[in-house]
T-cell receptor, first 117, second 114 residues
Framework: GESVGLHLPTLSVQEGDNSIINCAYS??????FIWYKQESGKGPQFIID?????DKRQGQRVTVLLNKTVKHLSLQIAATQPGDSAVYFC????????????????FGQGTILTVHP | DSGVTQTPKHLITATGQRVTLRCSPR?????VYWYQQSLDQGLQFLIQ???????AKGNILERFSAQQFPDLHSELNLSSLELGDSALYFC?????????????FGQGTRLTVV
C-alpha cells in the first residue's frame, strides 16, 4: 500500500522575529524534557532541557516553558536567524526511580521552522 | 562535528538480508544510544548501552540486536530485513548513563531495503 509519512507542522518566520514552537507530550509521569534541533542531513542536536520541577529555563536566545497541567512544552527562539531553520523535536523521559533516569526518550513528531531573510 | 562516528553512511541491501551498523562514541563517553528515524514513525529510541551493559530498551524488534564492546564502540545488527526497515539509524553517545547527560548524535546511517 501507499506509505503515508508524518505531516509535520510548519512555522515560517522572518529573520529577527521571535519563534515559538509548541509540543504536547503524552505521559504525565514524564519528568525530564529536551528540545533538539535537526538540520538537513545531520543528526539531532541538543538545544535545551528542563526538569519537571521547573516551569521555565533560559539558554542563549532560547527559552523553554513547561506547563505540566496541560502537558505542554514550548521552545521560544529570540531574534530568529536563517541558521535556525531546521526541524525541532521535543523529547520526554520517564524517570526510572532510584535517582537515575536512563536514556529512553520519546520524541514528538517535530516542527519544521523556516526562517526567511 | 559531534565526535560520534557512524559507518557506513549509506547502505542498500535486499529483503531478508542482515546488516551491521557501527558506531564509535565520542572520546570518553560511556553511553551509546541507537535511534531509528523513518518517515512514518518519526524518531524512535531503540536501545541504550552503558559501559558494555544494556541500560534501557525501546521498541526494538526481535530481529534487531545491539552490543557495546570493551572499547565502547557499538554495533546494531538488523536481520531478516523488510522493506519497512528502511530508515535513518542514528547513534548517540553521552558521558553518563542518565538521560540528563547531554547526548551527541552522529550523522546517521541511511539504510535502504529493496
Amino acid at each position: 500500500g501507499e506509505s503515508v509519512g508524518l505531516h509535520l507542522p510548519t512555522l515560517s518566520v522572518q529573520e529577527g522575529d521571535n519563534s515559538i514552537i509548541n509540543c504536547a507530550y503524552s505521559n504525565s509521569a514524564s519528568d525530564y524534557f529536551i528540545w533538539y534541533k535537526q538540520e538537513s542531513g545531520k543528526g539531532p542536536q541538543f538545544i535545551i532541557d528542563i526538569r519537571s520541577n521547573m516551569d521555565k529555563r533560559q539558554g542563549q536566545r532560547v527559552t523553554v516553558l513547561l506547563n505540566k497541567t496541560v502537558k505542554h512544552l514550548s521552545l521560544q527562539i529570540a531574534a530568529t536567524q536563517p541558521g535556525d531553520s531546521a526541524v525541532y523535536f521535543c523529547a520526554e523521559n520517564i524517570g526510572v526511580g532510584g535517582g537515575t533516569s536512563y536514556g529512553k526518550l520519546t520524541f514528538g513528531q517535530g516542527t519544521i521552522l523556516t526562517v526567511h531573510p | 562535528d559531534s565526535g560520534v562516528t557512524q559507518t557506513p553512511k549509506h547502505l542498500i541491501t535486499a529483503t531478508g538480508q542482515r546488516v551491521t551498523l557501527r558506531c564509535s562514541p565520542r572520546s570518553g563517553d560511556l553511553s551509546v544510544y541507537w535511534y531509528q528515524q523513518s518517515l512514518d514513525q518519526g524518531l524512535q529510541f531503540l536501545i541504550q548501552y552503558y559501559n558494555g551493559e544494556e541500560r534501557a530498551k525501546g521498541n526494538i524488534l526481535e530481529r534487531f540486536s545491539a552490543q557495546q564492546f570493551p572499547d565502547l564502540h557499538s554495533e546494531l545488527n538488523l536481520s531478516s530485513l523488510e522493506l519497512g526497515d528502511s530508515a535513518l539509524y542514528f547513534c548517540a553517545s553521552s558521558l553518563g548513563q542518565g538521560v540528563s547527560t547531554e547526548a551527541f548524535f552522529g550523522q546517521g546511517t541511511r539504510l535502504t531495503v529493496v
